[in-house]
């Protein structure tokens, strides 16, 4: 059965307290692995099958949030509307985008929404800097209308310090806004990691190992010009220890 359906079911040893039941091993689900390999499908199929699934996920998710059930959070996450998508099929991407753009009406006053489709423009549209513009807009929104020390609160600050230090690593640096943005976004992320503690670790390790990483070169282009932030200085050296692991 389990070499039948290898991609439905897999096997697992059972933990000591069922071994009394049932035999060494179990059978456990992949039911979401093949649901969002069958919605990944449709996705890359065509605009037809696109826009019904488009459709489909709209009901539901407005329907939830009609109801006042949570469970709309779920659907609305980039990190799970990202499954769907294929780097190399711009119609996935497109769909990404239709998906965030069509929820707006009914989303408009939450946080958590403006959150999510601020991180879809970051990770699909990383080079396109009109994109991001319009993601460091959609991340203010979050992070303002948001409660102090949310979830979504400190998640936006760290979304927003992403932003703003890939803007200014694709303007080369040149715009002192983005420049101080970016000191002000990743300090106050940073600041605050015990909020966020799993993410800040991944985001450093990344500065630590990558010296062309966004983070990285921001810190660098400061230190070697800080006669130009002065005002940022005590901000850029916190930056500094941070990444060196002090």
Known sequence: FEKRYEKIVESEPTMNIEVHNHSKFKLTSNSNMILFHI????????????????????????????????????????????????????????????????????????????????????????????????????????????????????????????????????QSFSEPRFVGESIHWFYEALHYDHLNTRYIEYVLKKSRHDKSNDLSNLVRHCLQNMQNYKEHEDRISYLYERIRGA
């Not at 807009?137 to 979304?159: C, F, I, M, P, W």
């Open 39 to 170: 919605l990944k499908t449709l996705v890359n199929k065509n605009r037809k099958a696109r826009s019904r699934l488009l459709n489909s996920i709209l009901k539901i998710a407005n329907t939830f949030h009609s109801l006042q059930d949570q469970r709309y959070k779920q659907i609305i996450m980039f990190d799970n509307v990202n499954f769907l998508a294929s780097p190399e099929n711009k119609g996935s991407i497109d769909f990404i985008f239709s998906l965030y753009s069509a929820l707006e009406s009914t989303l408009y006053n939450d946080p958590e929404y403006w959150h999510q489709r601020a991180k879809s423009i970051l990770y699909s549209q990383n080079e396109n800097l009109e994109e991001l513009l319009k993601a460091h807009k959609y991340g203010q929104k979050a992070y303002h209308d948001s409660k102090d020390e949310s979830r979504t609160r400190v998640n936006s600050s760290l979304t927003l310090s992403l932003i703003s230090g890939r803007i200014a690593n694709l």
